[in-house]
Structure formats: C-alpha cells, structure tokens
C-alpha cells in the first residue's frame, strides 16, 4: 500500500472519529493496567462488567494487593484465564506498592517487568495513559492490518514495527483505537461489513468486490 492511500484511510478514520478512546473503563492509571491485564482473551464488555463490582471495593495497588488472590477471584471469575488473572493482578499490585511507591511507571522496561504485562499492554498503557504513539497489536489490529495491506507482518510484533514506520505522525497517536474499532465493528473476522466500510474503496482485501457485489451496493 503507497503512502498517500495510507494517509487517506487515517484521515477517514479521524473524520469519523476525531477523539477515539478505549472502551475500558477506568479512572486512573492503575484501573486501566489492571482491565488491560484482565482483558487477555477477554471481551471489553466482560472485563468491564467486572470492574464496576471491583474498583468500588478495591481500586489502588494497596487495596487489591491487600484482596489477595482469593478476595480478588470472587470478582473475576466470569472471564477467560480468570485464575491466572487473579495471580498477576496481585502480584503487580504489590510490585507497584512496594517499587513504584503505588504509581504506574511510565516506561516499557519497568511496565514489562510486572507480573501478567508483556508488550502489548504496556503499549496500551503507555499509549493510552501517557500518551505516547504505540500501537498495541491484538487480534482486531494484526487483521485489520494484514487483510487491508495497510501494514502486513508474520507476527504481531511485525505488523507493531510496520505501523509505527509507516503511519504519519499526526495519526499515530490515535491509529491504535481506531484500527480496533474498525477491526471489532466493521473489519470482523468472520463476516466483514465490506458494503458499509468507509475505505472499502482504499482497502486492498481481495474479498471485498465479491463481498460488495453480493450485497447489491456499488463499491
């Protein structure tokens, strides 16, 4: 994909959404490491339905860490790899308190090296909290960005380097959400909305005319 359809598609996204945001929901720092943890194999929706039972009883680093694993398991056992989950929250809870002196650090070295975060949500945090242009590539991402040519790569960590190369600055802050979203609503995996897509017409998916010419609409 050239570099000027490139600036077409964020330019489309940006007008349709000028502000885009996670759809976590927090109200700290430390809320959203913690959703972002619980969200592995998780849908946001989940993830959030527990964290309004959560947060109101336990929402530092202190107060979860002082839950422990059992307290904090009655909360988040409605989702994926929940024990797992359970082990890692505390466990970075108690690094934060005793480390970090209760505040999320702001760099990947320090974010990685707590229990339950690897990249992708260290990008999150550093993208989302700190405001910093990474792209935390999920499954919606590493999709979107493969079946679109927008930024193909084996791996995620492939598709992480060829989209903070190849997306302009001005964009690259926001490219995160919006190729989430569009991989979530529009580019699903299943069952693309090629007809309703706003860059069905820049996007280079082989698919799309066959799925556009089934669905009666004019590409």
């Not at 994909?1 to 929901?25: G, H």
């Not at 947060?55 to 904090?72: M, S």
């Not at 988040?76 to 999320?104: C, F, P, Q």
């Not at 320090?110 to 992708?120: A, D, T």
Request: charged share 25%; hydrophobic share 40%; net charge positive.
């Amino acid at each position: 994909m050239n570099a000027d359809k490139r600036r077409r598609i964020f330019e489309r996204f940006r007008a349709a959404n000028p502000k885009p945001a996670t759809e976590l929901e927090y109200s700290t720092p430390f809320e959203l490491l913690v959703a972002v943890i619980l969200s592995a194999q998780a849908t946001d929706r989940s993830v959030n339905a527990v964290t309004r039972k959560l947060f109101p009883i336990a929402r530092t680093p202190r107060a979860i860490a002082d839950l422990g694993v059992e307290g904090l398991s009655t909360y988040v056992r409605t989702i994926g790899l929940w024990k797992a989950k359970a082990k890692n929250v505390v466990a970075t809870s108690s690094a934060i308190t005793d480390m970090h002196g209760g505040e999320v650090p702001r760099d990947r070295e320090s974010l990685e090296l707590l229990p339950g975060v690897g990249r992708k949500t260290a990008n999150v945090v550093l993208n989302t909290i700190f405001g910093e242009p990474t792209i935390a590539v999920d499954t919606h991402i590493f999709r979107v960005a493969n079946r679109t040519k927008l930024a193909p790569g084996k791996t995620p960590r492939a598709v992480e380097d060829a989209l903070v190369r190849s997306t302009p600055g001005e964009f690259a802050h926001d490219a995160h959400h919006w190729l989430i979203l569009h991989g979530r609503y529009v580019c699903k995996a299943l069952k693309p909305a090629c007809p309703g897509c706003l860059i069905n017409d820049l996007c280079e998916y082989g698919p799309r005319r066959r799925i556009i010419a089934a669905s009666g609409k004019t590409p």
